[in-house]
Each structure stands twice: as structure tokens, then as C-alpha cells.
């Protein structure tokens, strides 16, 4: 009877270690369908988090100085560099895909909902949208594999 | 009976009216943010929890916490470790975050200035749902830093956040 119990937490536990594993495979580092950036999602308190670590053209060609968050709505916050800059927010793991959270384009100041899927461990489907998932479009990330 | 009941809703109202606002302000004290080392040349994060316990420090002041009406971030300011100053950072954006709220950025420091120890940032002026966080059990100071080169120790800043509370008396 004892060794039942003990199987049976055991198989407990390996469940919710690869429940988490699998949420976390969302951490590291990838790269969107255009190549122009590379985002490493990291983990803070139980929420994911997107940040921009490196871009293909790092300086602006009208001011010859790092790229800043010239399109920000808060005028007082232009001056944030891209590089660092985090631009997916708050997402939550919830039915095997990330949800609750917020995806910033840079290039235009905008703010959308978005999820995100994985196809694979190595390809994320993201998708942003504007009130409902149907309206939106959808972006494959690749995982940039260090070497 | 109509009558009295419109008198009622007046008096409720001009009672609402006469609610007098004051605001608090609400230091953190000491914060210890850690970006881990090793840390690479561009962006590092660095983050520090802190409990708020907002209703006790209300109470002291005689407010409960259903009487907070707004919150902002007012100042922020790092000090480095005496081994390290801020030539080694090029800028510094700090968010809050916590379980129940949504990240929002609050402040940033761009460029940062060379050879200092102490550093202050611009702090945001479109700022949401501030007094969220502080209603929080916790909350998390994230400070993203971009470092101009790769170095390997921790990086260890202490913050200090200063909160502007409106409340109803």
C-alpha cells in the first residue's frame, strides 16, 4: 500500500514538473519573422516578459544616435533606449499557451493584446490583436540558438 | 416620499463633495535590486522585491486603504556600490511589476551621466493604477541596464522610491 503512495506522489510531482517545464519553454531568446531584433523572454514573479537585446540597425539614420522610443505616447518616456526595451508584457500560461499579455510595436507607439503558442520549442506563433484574437495578426518567432 | 429621497441623494452628494483630499507621501526606504553576473555588454535586469504593507502604513496616519483615491511615482533615485560608478551603464528604464497588476513603465535615465554614484531618473508623466501595485502583499522594482561592456560580478543598487498617495478624508 505504502509503495502505491509513493509511486503515486511521484507521478504527481513529475506532472507538475513538466507542466512547468513546458511553460517555461518560453524563456530565451528569439527572434520575430522580419530578423530586425532579438527578444529574450524571461521570467519575473510568475508572469513572462519580453525585452529587445539586440537590433539589426541599432542607430538611428536621422539622429546618429542609439534608437530611443521616439513614438511613445508619454512624451516623457521617448528618451528609453530599444536596446533593453521590454516590448511583450504580463503574459500568463494558461490552457498550453501564453495569454494576458501585451505586445508593443515600436514602430508605430502601439500597444496590442496578444498570445502566444508554441508550434515547437523552437517557433512561437505571436499573435496581436485589437479587441477580439480574430482581428490581429500573427508573427513566427524563431529561438535564436547561442552558440 | 420622491421628495425625500431627492433630498437624500443631494445630501449624499454635496457629503461626497465636501470629502476633503490630502496628499501623503510614502517612502520605500532602502531597496536591494541584483542584476546577476555575469552580466553582458547591452541589457541586464535587475530586480528588487518590496512589500509595501501600504494598509498599516495607512493606518498610522489614521486613513484606511479603501480611502486612496490615486498614487504616482514622485521620484526614484539608485546609489551604486562604492566598488563600481555609473561609467560603466549607458541607461537605466525602470518598471514596476507584481502578481495582481500590470508592468508599467515608470522611469528612465538616458544617458547616464559618468563617473556618479548616486543617480535620479526621469520619472513618467502618464502613469495608471500606481496605488494598485502598492495594494499589493509584494511588488517588484525592475530596473533594465544596459552595461557598456561584459563584466562578472553581480551588480548590487540600492533604490529608494518616493510615492505620492492621494487620499479622502
Known amino acids: ?147 | 416620499m420622491k421628495a425625500l429621497l431627492l433630498n437624500l441623494i443631494i445630501c449624499c452628494l454635496l457629503l461626497a463633495s465636501c470629502a476633503q483630499k490630502e496628499e501623503l507621501t510614502f517612502t520605500t526606504g532602502e531597496v536591494n535590486l541584483l542584476a546577476s553576473g555575469p552580466l553582458m555588454e547591452g541589457s541586464n535586469t535587475a530586480q528588487g522585491e518590496f512589500q509595501p504593507a501600504l494598509e498599516q502604513w495607512l493606518k498610522s496616519k489614521g486613513v484606511n486603504l479603501a480611502d486612496v483615491a490615486d498614487a504616482k511615482l514622485l521620484k526614484a533615485s539608485f546609489s551604486l556600490p562604492d566598488s563600481m560608478n555609473s561609467s560603466l551603464i549607458s541607461e537605466i528604464t525602470l518598471h514596476l511589476a507584481a502578481e495582481k497588476a500590470d508592468m508599467q513603465k515608470v522611469g528612465v535615465l538616458n544617458p547616464v551621466p559618468e563617473a556618479q554614484t548616486d543617480l535620479t531618473l526621469q520619472i513618467a508623466h502618464d502613469q495608471k493604477n500606481i496605488a494598485e501595485f502598492l495594494r499589493q502583499p509584494a511588488m517588484t522594482f525592475v530596473a533594465d541596464i544596459n552595461v557598456k561592456k561584459d563584466t562578472t560580478p553581480d551588480l548590487h543598487l540600492k533604490g529608494i522610491f518616493e510615492f505620492q498617495i492621494t487620499v479622502n478624508r
Open chain 1, 1 to 147: 500500500m505504502k509503495s502505491i503512495w509513493i509511486f503515486f506522489s511521484l507521478f504527481i510531482a513529475s506532472l507538475t514538473v513538466s507542466a512547468q517545464d513546458a511553460a517555461d519553454q518560453l524563456i530565451g531568446l528569439w527572434e520575430p519573422s522580419n530578423g530586425k531584433a532579438r527578444v529574450k523572454i524571461e521570467k519575473i514573479g510568475s508572469k513572462y516578459y519580453g525585452k529587445i537585446v539586440w537590433l539589426r540597425e541599432p542607430i538611428d539614420p536621422q539622429t546618429q544616435q542609439p534608437k530611443v522610443d521616439k513614438n511613445n505616447p508619454d512624451e516623457s518616456m521617448r528618451s528609453v533606449p530599444l536596446k533593453g526595451y521590454r516590448m511583450l508584457k504580463d503574459f500568463v500560461q494558461k490552457n498550453g499557451e501564453w495569454t494576458d499579455g501585451t505586445i508593443y510595436d515600436p514602430e508605430s507607439g502601439s500597444t496590442y493584446s496578444c498570445v502566444i503558442k508554441a508550434k515547437d520549442e523552437n517557433t512561437l506563433d505571436i499573435r496581436g490583436y485589437v479587441g477580439v484574437k480574430a482581428l490581429g495578426r500573427t508573427d513566427v518567432w524563431k529561438r535564436v540558438k547561442l552558440k
